[in-house]
């Protein structure tokens, strides 16, 4: 099959989507995924039919068809797919699934800057899941990642979640620590000292 012949397939498929026609659309993705299609554009097929999937509330199948496009995406070094999975499982509150797909994230070849969002989300959904001590290793170990960038998204995020735990000691030391970073801007530093001003009162 030519390359003009799959961009025909990909139009088709997406005009099945935008008329309701979803069954239709996963018969040619799936088609796709059994010709000469690159890796690349096969792992955008299965992308295709996780959303499919989902808008039919089939979150299984999406699942399945993430995970079909990791496989592709991996011959090739890229991580597109697995980053939508790891969302996805997130947004469906599939916490088991979320804390696996972001792991594996972590583990993978994506950028540090990539894998210390990885670890922030998965903070987040340890929190949910009333696990304290496991959001705290998460929060940390994304700090290492982004500490080396001169960023600080995560330490932030601990410094709140700290507060938010009453454990204010804690929290006014990263702070404290975060307002001297020299590579911090006057607006990050300002909003740093006014949170220092609001846990001390």
Excluded: P
């Excluded at 554009?41 to 999937?53: E, F, P, Q, Y």
């Excluded at 699942?63 to 469906?92: H, M, P, Q, S, W």
């Excluded at 700290?162 to 804690?170: A, D, N, P, V």
Aim: proline share 0%; charged share 30%; aromatic share 8%.
């Amino acid at each position: 099959m030519s390359s003009e012949a799959h961009d025909q397939s990909f139009h088709l498929a997406a005009d099945h989507v935008n008329n309701g026609r979803r069954e239709e659309a996963l018969a040619i993705f799936a088609q796709l995924l059994e010709s000469d299609l690159d890796n690349f554009g096969k792992s955008m097929a299965c992308v295709n039919m996780a959303t499919i999937h989902d808008q039919l509330g089939q979150e299984a199948q999406a699942l399945g068809a993430y995970d079909r496009g990791i496989g592709f995406e991996r011959t090739f070094d890229r991580y597109n797919v697995a980053l939508r999975k790891a969302a996805y499982c997130v947004e469906k509150e599939r916490h088991g699934d979320a804390l696996a797909a972001l792991g594996a994230l972590v583990a993978s070849g994506i950028s540090e800057l990539d894998k210390a969002t990885a670890c922030l989300t998965a903070a987040t959904v340890c929190e949910k899941l009333g696990q304290m001590d496991k959001a705290l290793e998460w929060y940390d170990r994304g700090i290492r990642y982004e500490r080396s960038h001169y960023r600080f998204a995560v330490a932030e995020h601990k410094a709140w979640y700290l507060s938010s735990k009453g454990r204010t000691k804690e929290s006014l030391r990263l702070y404290d620590s975060l307002v001297r970073e020299s590579s911090m801007t006057e607006a990050d530093k300002d909003r740093i000292k006014e949170n220092i001003r609001i846990l001390k009162q």
